[in-house]
């Protein structure tokens, strides 16, 4: 079955309670999560002046096509009371696909493996905490090497570790 790793966020109201409605949803409507990186409270990166974030790595395992992961991720964020107001702003929660299996995908509506990700020390920690073999389908890095190599130095702590239990 297609393995996928998905990016949690957010950073406004109750953010591990985002979090676990987000994770109980993915299970039911996307498929059975199989690992869950702990939760790390992580420097809004890109726009800097918002409050910081929880982010948490989930590896799902899904029957979806990667247009219908999209598709239902969309879904959840708007039922769990996403508005979209500004790029890279503050939300309640922000699912982003980070990889689907090997696949590398371009178009207007969906890129995989997520374009930013190796530009992002709150996605490669959490990530790495998981998979940290797991090779980059286009740079051809494993995910400790993305890290190391990561120009960002924006705080990112683990935040909790028995909320991202299973
Ligand atoms: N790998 C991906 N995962 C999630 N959405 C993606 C991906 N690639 C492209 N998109 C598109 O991006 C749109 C969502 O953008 P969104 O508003 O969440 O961006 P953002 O979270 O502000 O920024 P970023 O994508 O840089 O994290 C989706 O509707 C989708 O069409
Ligand atoms: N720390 C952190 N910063 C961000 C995040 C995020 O999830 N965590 N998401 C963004 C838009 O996708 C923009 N900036």
Known sequence: MPKLYLLLGGNLGNRTLYLQQARETIATQVGPIVQASGIYETAAWGKTDQPSFLNQVL???????PEQVLQTINLIEHELGRERLEHWGSRVIDIDILFYDDL????????????Q??????????????????????????ISELLIRCPDDLEVNPYSYSSGEL
């Open 59 to 65: 590896e799902v395992e899904t029957q979806l096509g």
């Open 117 to 142: 990700l190796h530009l992002r020390r709150f996605t490669l920690q959490p990530l790495q905490e998981i998979a940290p073999n797991l090779v980059h389908p286009m740079l051809q890095q494993t």
């Open 104 to 115: 590398v995908q371009q178009t207007q509506r969906l890129t995989i493996p997520h374009p």
